[in-house]
């Protein structure tokens, strides 16, 4: 006996339609938050490398700080010695070294700090510093596109996020409304049913 029901229901109103809508809109809504997150990411490693950038050249700026003001406290040292000068300039030129050193010292810690952010954005939190080269020098930011700030809009997968998971919010809605519609379902079935005997004969 062998028999193969089949069912399936008539989707007259469009219910299935409207599921189908609805999961294509979420799948766009992922689709749009992974290309956000990425470009959140890229946006986040640029911002790193060009503070840390900021920071090396500032970094540059304060060493030729010190430099000038040791090369200072040693003239004025001297004038001191030879009595050209008051020991209180001598005074004044180490409070402005010291002041000096202590600004260069932070930002060497900040720019620690920043690089070892950026790997960790860069996914090698576990690398070395060095690792990751910083130039001294930035370089000229390119130009800003021409447009509209419409046109932006459009482009921001955050914004085009939004608008997928409202549609799918929609399709979800009209899907509820649907399911109140009566269902119709067809049923069909074949079948096959054989059956053998077995015949016996006396002879006497």
Known sequence: SLSLPVSWELDLFGRRRAARQSADADFEASR?????????LAADVADQLFQTSGLAVQIADSQETVRIRQELRRIVDIRAARGLAPRADVNRIDTDLATAQGQLALQEAQLFAARRSLLALLGRAGDRL?????????ATPPAVP???PADLLTRRPDVLEARARLESAIGRLRTAELAQLPTITLTPS??????RGVFESTTG
């Open 190 to 195: 074949a079948g096959l049913n054989a059956q």
């Open 32 to 40: 749009f938050a992974y290309v956000g997150a990425r470009t959140t």
């Open 130 to 138: 060095e690792s990751v080269p910083i130039h001294g020098a930035l």
């Open 146 to 148: 021409a447009g509209l």
